[in-house]
């Protein structure tokens, strides 16, 4: 029987999960035996990894999930979410609302999109990276995607989810509260800050959020691409946002040219450095 729903290379992204998983435990084990530098040699590590998993591993299952058995598609998410502290079924229903409305700009007072970028900009401008990347964990779209599972029948999911997240949190504080409160926290927000910096740049210059050839920005750096699983095709994905991440290169290729008519931006240097474009 068939093991994997779209492609044995999906194997990759489950074991950056589990290894996730396993070596902020062994962190938190080690972190009292550790120099300061090489916990900050390890906080830099994890955080970069904290950032990838809901880039890249989340992201892309949440889209296409990985197996063809449908209990692995549900225990998968369970495990993941103690990872980041986050159910991932809310994170599925925040981010489908996201491609729903594509970074909308204001109308009637505030977005659609709880993600967008210009929801918390002024005079119809889009937000600083800083604001949108600091602030962006606390702010509201919770709720939202809380109602949206619920009323997909993912009551059930959710609360597996969040009892995974208790039993991590119970687990890594009996180890080392410490290691919980100077270390985890810190690489929990670092993370998720790296995250939504991803998320800004990925639509800052999108000149036309009306527009499904121009909603978002891609970058092609081909080494960007290999390691991040062609995250960079990022409007070839708004597009087609149900196709694996292997064949989101076909949907350049196909509508390339029409994305360079509707006035898509491309960008220079990828997500986390798009500062300096």
Known sequence: MKFWKHSPRDLVLVLIATSQFVAMTAWAVLFDTL?????????????????????????????????????LNRLFPVLNSAN????????????LTHHQYANDPVRNGTTLDPSSTFRYGTDGAQEGFVSYSALGLFRDGTSHAYREALRHGQRSQFWMELAAIFVTAMLWLWIDWRWFLAAFVPTFYCGWFLALLENY????RATNPDSRMADSVSYYGRWYNRMMFNEGYH???HLKPHLHWTRRPQVHAEFGEKFKAAGAYEARKP???GFLD
């Open 35 to 71: 120099p300061l530098s090489a916990n900050l040699a390890v906080f830099v590590l994890l955080s970069y990894v904290f950032y990838y998993n809901p880039i890249v591993v989340t992201h892309n299952f949440l889209h296409t999930p990985f197996f063809k058995r449908r209990a």
């Open 84 to 95: 980041l502290f986050l159910p991932q079924v809310l994170y599925k229903y925040h981010h």
């Open 201 to 204: 740049y990925e639509h800052h």
């Open 235 to 237: 409007q070839e994905h």
């Open 271 to 273: 997500p986390l450095l």
